[in-house]
């Protein structure tokens, strides 16, 4: 395993709350490729899910200090559309998790429609009897619906959800104090010339502790702009105060996966 972080000490500490290293990824990219892209970007730990699962868990076991990683549901890309319906699959997902060490479940893709399926119960109350932390990729609806199931979860909102809009945002967090939001794919919506909009600035001011920054390393090419996205993303957040900016670039993913980075140190 590899262990050690080669950074520039200019930089601020940074959690990259959203990474995918899925078949492709890996056929492009070793795990020593993936810690060399965090290192030359200044990233100190990764938040990566995969499919299959397994590529997740390799990577975390190569270098368990830098990756915090979430069991992936899909068998394959060709599942997102439909696990929802595989009525088997919170079974499947149980028994993967006693197996190797994860710290969420996700990224779940899920629209309105499908908001009430018996499937995301089933996974919403896994993920809270675990205390892991459930990344959602979909509607308002479904955020409001996992926490109907389990108040008591966590839940990581990807990409400030498929409404981004300061108002929706800062009511679903007003409701639900148990969900954080992650920005990735949004830093043009958001800063769309480096600079950070007021209305998206003062989101952030209003609620401090619930933002995280994250790439999302969707596909083989992501992982090839890694350095300039991360580069991107340090430059809306530089201005900002502390101890603000060290809470989106850092200290709220630590927070939001406190229990599994205190369960290492145990280790």
Do not use: C
């Amino acid at each position: 395993a590899t262990s050690g972080f080669a950074h520039d000490p200019t930089l601020p500490a940074m959690i990259d709350a959203h990474a995918h290293y899925s078949a492709p990824d890996a056929a492009a990219l070793s795990a020593e490729d993936v810690l060399a892209r965090l290192d030359a970007a200044g990233v100190r730990r990764m938040v990566v899910t995969s499919s299959p699962p397994d590529l997740a868990q390799a990577l975390y076991r190569h270098a368990p200090e830098r990756i915090i990683p979430l069991l992936g549901v899909y068998t394959s890309d060709q599942h997102k559309a439909n696990w929802v319906h595989d009525t088997d699959l919170p079974d499947r997902v149980a028994a993967h998790l006693q197996h190797g060490t994860w710290a969420g479940i996700g990224e779940l893709h899920l629209f309105a429609r499908d908001a009430r399926q018996p499937v995301f119960a089933a996974l919403v109350r896994l993920a809270a009897a675990r205390t892991l932390v459930l990344m959602i990729h979909g509607d308002a609806e479904v955020i409001e619906q996992a926490f109907a199931t389990a108040p008591e979860a966590r839940v990581l909102w990807a990409h400030l959800g498929t409404q981004p809009e300061p108002a929706v945002l800062d009511a679903m967090l007003s409701r639900f104090p148990r969900l954080w939001i992650d920005t990735s794919v949004r830093d043009e919506r958001i800063a769309p010339d480096g600079t950070l909009l007021p209305a998206w600035r003062a989101l952030f001011e209003r609620h401090p502790d619930r933002f995280v920054v994250a790439v999302d390393t969707f596909s083989v090419n992501r992982w090839q702009q890694y350095e300039t996205v991360v580069a991107g993303i340090r430059n809306w957040v530089d201005p900002l105060p502390q101890p603000l900016k060290s809470k989106l670039l850092h200290d709220n993913a630590a927070q939001l996966f406190e229990s599994f980075l205190l369960q290492r140190t145990r280790q």
